[in-house]
């Protein structure tokens, strides 16, 4: 239901060019198509694109981490809070800012381990499990450091490799490649407000031109307020669905393979990322 409405509000069937939209969420569900035909699955992006693995993730809220950037050369944390309060936690958009940081800044290798060198006084230890800083107590609203740890990045690392894992098989099913799309369609509350240049950075988005992503905001509510307030558009809704073609992800063979390939930061195959720099500092 919720992807049929966003299929309607985005118009994406009534369209020549082949599109993509992705309802990013716990769960990923994502419809590829254009007026001629329409493709979809689903499959579990996972809670850490949610904020809701690490132990400073939060729901977006005031005084929750956004955005994360690391300047270069000096390796200082900037950070923006929601409402600019002293920072809590970090919400999904946040942490993906945050592990694209650190890795254009050197402090994750490719395998999402983090590089001690790189990483300095705030890397540290507990329990013999490495975690970052990202907030030193003082100046955190808890009065506790703030920080992500080893174990955080490695689900983040899941559930990204899972998002461009769906995106590249539902692409490859119909002959397709991630970068053959005209526009991306990126709906959710927590798609409004991820950066898609740090989710190219890790690999969870494909390597597209900046103007090709196109945000939605809540697509299912759009739709849903779309169907009710204009004549005609339940017969549409019939008409979309009896359209799609579901891909069922649990049986195919290629997706364990490709998932393992983009396990990595950004991928296995840099050449599918030639925006994401190969040669970081530390």
């Known amino acids: 239901g919720d992807l049929m409405a966003g299929i309607l509000y985005a118009g994406m069937h009534k369209t020549e060019e082949t599109a993509i939209l992705v309802d990013v969420g716990t769960n990923a569900e994502v419809v590829l198509g254009n007026s001629n035909w329409l493709i979809a699955c689903a499959g579990a992006a996972g809670p850490a694109l949610e904020g809701g693995v690490t132990r400073m993730g939060m729901l977006a809220g005031p005084g929750v981490i956004d955005k994360v950037a690391i300047q270069a050369g000096t390796g200082t944390f900037e950070l923006s809070t929601i409402g600019n309060a002293r920072p809590k936690g970090i919400c999904g958009s946040g942490l993906i800012d945050l592990a694209a940081h650190l890795f254009l800044s050197g402090m994750l290798d490719i395998r999402g381990k983090f590089v001690p060198e790189a990483c300095g006084a705030r890397l540290k230890q507990e329990a013999g ?23 955080d990045i490695d689900s983040l690392i899941r559930s990204k490799a899972a998002m461009y894992t769906i995106l590249e098989t539902i692409t490859a099913s119909v002959g397709m490649l991630p970068r053959d799309l005209a526009t991306f369609y990126v709906a959710g509350t927590f798609g409004s407000f991820i950066d898609p240049a740090s989710a190219i950075s890790i690999g969870m988005l494909p390597d597209l031109a900046p103007d090709t992503f196109k945000v939605l905001g809540n697509s299912s509510l759009e739709g849903a307020a779309q169907l009710l307030t204009r004549p005609g558009n339940l017969d549409e809704i019939d008409r979309i669905r009896d359209r799609i073609t579901y891909l069922e992800l649990n049986v195919n063979q290629e997706f364990m393979n490709r998932f393992s390939a983009a396990k990595f930061l950004p991928h296995t195959d840099p050449a599918l990322f030639p925006s994401v720099p190969v040669n970081r500092p530390g």
């Open 129 to 151: 499990l490495p975690y970052l800083v990202a907030v030193p107590a003082d100046q955190s609203a808890t009065g506790r450091d703030l920080f992500v740890s080893q174990a």
